[in-house]
């Protein structure tokens, strides 16, 4: 039997502090959130592993180091309302839904969406709002959000996104070609838009209107 609990801590100890995250709320989500539970039974054994995994659709859960770098570049105190775009398999919405006080989650593939909102309301996260729509045109009605994180690769920063910022927000994102991106956070002034780059990555495609066609 594999301890889980344990295996989470060593998680965090050997894969999150020791390369440079500091937010200890974040620590302390991804201590507590069962990411064995958001992958098949099959592959629960490497769910503590630093790699992305399948979950089906195509799509991965991302590797978790890459899930703290993108939360913790999110700036979050905990009063934010915040938009997913790429909601998969849900584990990065929970860690979103313990982080700040309201989600909204968007994603295309209903298989997922139906079965990410099932399994985050059996954790208690009530807290979440999960959309089947083209995540790159974002949550108009619910804007503006003072964060947007986006869960897949763009070939450009999608602007109906940007418009959804509200000022002071920030917005995380790959963005490149089709194998990899850099990881960039967008954050909205008075004066305009000031981008960061905080270094590569690789995400599956942002498909949408705003992002890759599909295949």
Known sequence: MIDFAKARSKMVEDQ????????????????????????????????????????????????????????????????????????????????LAEMCEKVFSVERIRPLAVRARKLLYELGYFNVEIKIFDGTFGWLEESPFDAILVTAGSPDIPQPLVDQIAIGGRLVIPVGDAFVQDLFRVTKTEEGVKREDLGGCRFVKLIGKYGWEAE
């Open 16 to 95: 999150i502090t020791l390369r440079g995250i500091k937010d200890a709320r974040l620590m302390a989500a991804m201590k507590k959130i069962p990411r064995h539970l958001f992958v098949e039974e099959a592959l629960q054994s490497q769910a503590y592993t630093d790699h992305p995994l399948p979950i089906g659709e195509k799509q991965t859960i991302s590797q978790p180091y890459m899930v703290a770098l993108m939360t913790e570049a999110l700036l979050l105190t905990g009063k934010e309302k915040v938009l997913e775009i790429g909601t998969g398999s849900g584990y990065q919405t929970a860690i």
